[in-house]
């Protein structure tokens, strides 16, 4: 399929990062040199200290569930970038930008790590050592995501994000149990001595490790709400929805609708992280910021891949009711979502739907036989953990992402008709809501989860986003009732209370 020439990443200087050279791009078989990347130990930063360091750059977050071998990763500025620009062909197929997507993604990736050197510095001295690159907590990471749907185009609200971009930071702080190393990648020219490169990365490597005084963020005081969406047009969405499942059109299809935020002076989503560590650390929470005050960033329960070698683990995500007041209605409450036909039968949609996905690349797929409850702050699921192991080792991240995305969790059953159900139905273009963010590496290994709790800002104004699943039982209160639930992360991050 032929679609507009595509971009690539991206180098940087390593001595001089600027915010507006993210946007300029050359072709990577024209790149003028190879990635290096130097490390440091650097225990005594705090990642989001760091973050707030790098206030007026671009940014990028990624923090695993609290507990085990979590990992948390802080990135400023921009080495390297992977870019997908949208396919502006209408006659296109479907399933071929699909493939386009993922396949740009897999080969950008390969290429940018071709001939790429690790190096560890000593900060005592002057010392520096080419290392093992693979499985180092230091390694190099691309970060990002992808938009929900395969034809997304930039509009005003997603106006600097793309239909998939990745971020080698510049400068990428990694956090792993009581370990820490801050890296500086770079590509160099190939006529550009390596040791004299190396040398100034150092240098500059060297200038981030004191803690330097983060410049003072804050939350939103006192923003303007409103739902672009009223009640009676949510109705009429969901008697749509479930007037199409009842003639057989679709199983189900997942709902979104958005809250728009005002402030009085430009929202810095790194201001919420804070918040949604404390609150929220449960939960993977991500910020990507291309472009300063331009960010996606939230606070997400769902796994959707985790590929660490053969090993792969996901999840089912799907079933909802809200917490108790107290333990016993807590309980009460639990019990009754797993006892509830409704819920069960949306949540069993997901499982057989992964599990015939994942089957044929596995040598086993462990699917227990019931879920569980998994309670959150203001809301409990019903959770099927999944674990299996590769056929093929070397079958990477990307092309398992693929198999899975959207699950029905996210988009509905079957994918394609539900996919067109929203394309003609949802008045709000989705952008990022609901699809992968998270990173991968040279080995094609990586995390990812699903970006729901989200939001993305502009400057002054932000839009959050909270989705329900519909099935033929759904009825259009209680779905409104569930996506004010799955709004208050957000807006408890942006410090609008739990207004709804």
């Known amino acids: 399929m032929s679609h507009q020439s595509r971009q690539h990443p991206t180098a940087l200087p390593y001595h001089s990062p600027t915010v507006a050279s993210q946007w300029e791009s ?17 225990a005594e930063l705090d990642p989001l200290s760091f973050l707030r360091g790098g206030y007026g750059v671009e940014r990028f977050y990624w923090a695993e569930p609290s507990g085990g071998a979590s990992m948390t990763l802080a990135g400023l500025a921009v080495a390297a970038e992977v870019r997908v620009p949208p396919v502006l062909d209408d006659a296109a197929p479907f399933s071929d930008q699909s493939d386009y997507r993922f396949d740009d993604v897999i080969e950008q990736t390969t290429r940018l790590f ?7 510095a000593d900060a005592g001295d002057w010392g520096v050592a080419e290392v093992e690159m693979d499985n180092h907590p230091a390694r190099p990471r691309l970060f990002g995501g992808l938009a929900f749907q395969d034809d997304f185009v930039p509009d005003n609200t997603w106006s600097v994000f793309s239909p998939a971009h990745f971020i080698l930071p510049h400068f990428q702080l990694v956090q792993t149990g009581h370990e820490a190393f801050l890296t500086i990648n770079a590509l160099i020219a190939p006529d550009e001595d390596l040791l004299d490169a190396l040398n100034g990365m150092r240098e500059a490597l060297m200038a981030r490790l004191p803690a330097a005084d983060a410049i003072s963020t804050r939350r939103v005081v006192s923003p303007n709400l409103s739902y672009p969406l009223s009640p009676e047009m949510w109705a009429e ?31 810095d989503a790194a201001a919420t992280l804070d918040f949604l560590n404390e609150q929220y650390g449960d939960c993977y929470r991500f910020l990507f910021e291309p472009l300063p005050h331009h960010a996606f960033f939230g606070a997400t329960p769902e796994l959707l891949i985790r590929k660490t070698g053969p090993r792969v683990q996901t999840m089912a995500l799907a079933g909802s009711i809200p917490r108790g007041q107290s333990p016993g209605e807590d309980d009460r409450l639990a019990a009754q979502l797993l006892a509830s036909p409704k819920e069960r039968r949306e949540h069993n949609l997901v499982v057989e739907t992964i599990r015939r996905d994942m089957a044929a690349d596995m040598t086993f797929l462990n699917i227990p036989d019931a879920p569980v409850v998994l309670r959150l702050k203001n809301i409990q699921h019903l959770l099927t953990p999944i674990e299996g192991q590769l056929m093929e080792p070397q079958l990477g991240v990307v092309p398992l992402l ?11 059953a079957p994918a394609e008709r539900a996919l067109a159900f929203l394309r003609r139905h949802e008045p709000v273009p989705r952008g990022w809501y609901a699809a992968p963010i998270g990173w991968l590496d ?25 989705g329900a699943g519909i099935v ?9 009732a569930e996506t004010a639930l799955k709004f208050r992360p957000m807006l408890g991050a942006l410090g609008a209370g739990e207004a709804v």
């Open 442 to 466: 040279r080995q094609q290994d990586g995390v990812f989860a699903v970006a729901i709790r989200s939001a993305v800002t502009q400057h002054a104004r932000a839009w959050l986003y909270a």
């Open 402 to 412: 693929r198999r899975l995305h959207p699950t029905p969790a996210m988009g509905g």
């Open 114 to 120: 071709e001939g790429a050197s690790f190096h560890a």
């Open 237 to 267: 969405l969901v008697d749509q929805a479930t007037t199409a499942i009842g003639a057989g059109e679709i199983e189900k299809v997942v709902l979104s609708r958005v809250c728009e935020l005002r402030a009085a002076e430009p929202i």
């Open 26 to 42: 050359t072709p990577i078989a024209e790149r003028p040199g190879r990635l290096v990347s130097l490390f440091v130990p650097a």
């Open 472 to 480: 033929a039982e759904s009825q259009p209160a209680q779905e409104w």
